[in-house]
């Protein structure tokens, strides 16, 4: 079965410095890859997807997304951090045959000034 | 902008009674979703629906049924609310039917509470 592991349950960042987000996955073909973002009291919102193409994706709000195979990654990068990213970051994988989202466990993003 | 909208932000219910949580959706999408989101496990898939009058279980069904009469509506039902359905009920919606891989979109949620 596919899984999701994001190993950070919590990552605290200062304002403008620079973000990774890690996600692994499980799985022995190629999924499709999601990162979404959930605000305060929001929904979750898709921050960028990758099907295939590009390894490098490019995604919302100045987010981008790098696919290794051969690590199974798919970690979320942010060149300089704005208080308005602390939020909570979900990753998630569907893979060919099983349409289902299977999401990580998030990891909560704090920014400080 | 697509729109999912769900019927209550908090609810609060007693064990034992029955609860009923509306999602609608405004963009005619084909696929349906239920989640719930605990602390620390993520998002889990609960039902999933394909077409009006379709249903397929997620990874956690026990519990819980759905009912989709129109496309727009999803409804998801706890027959016999417990304190272990105490969470966040997040709703989704996609377009494509079955086999498709497509953005899903996400209500604001339900913080249900059952005492």
């Known amino acids: 079965a596919q899984s999701v592991t994001q190993p950070d349950i919590h990552i605290t960042v200062s304002e403008g410095a620079s973000l990774e987000l890690r996600c692994n996955y499980s799985y022995g073909a190629t999924p499709y890859l999601f990162w979404y973002v959930q605000s305060p009291g929001q929904g979750l919102q898709l921050l960028l997807k990758y099907f295939s193409g590009d390894t490098l994706v490019q995604g919302i709000k100045g987010f981008e997304a790098e696919f290794k195979r051969s690590q199974s990654s798919f970690n979320l990068r942010k060149p300089s951090v704005h208080w308005s990213d602390a939020a909570e970051y979900f990753c998630a994988v569907v893979t060919f045959g099983n349409e289902k989202l299977t999401f990580g466990t998030g990891t909560r993003l704090t920014i400080i000034p | 902008d697509v729109k999912v909208t769900q019927s209550s932000r908090y609810l609060v219910k007693r064990t034992g009674e029955k609860v009923f949580l509306e999602c609608v959706q405004d963009m005619d999408h084909e696929n349906m979703f239920w989640y719930r989101q605990d602390p620390g496990l993520g998002l889990r898939l609960i039902y999933f629906?394909?077409?009006?009058?379709?249903?397929e279980k997620g990874d956690i069904p026990e519990g819980y049924s759905v009912s989709r009469e129109k496309k727009e509506r999803f409804s998801l039902i706890l027959e016999s609310a417990s304190t272990n359905q105490t969470s966040m009920y997040l709703c989704?919606?996609?377009?494509?039917?079955?086999?498709?891989?497509?953005?899903?979109?996400f209500g604001p949620g339900t913080r249900l509470t059952v005492l």
């Open positions: 629906s394909y077409d009006v009058k379709m249903k």
């Open positions: 989704a919606s996609s377009f494509g039917g079955e086999g498709s891989y497509n953005e899903q979109f």
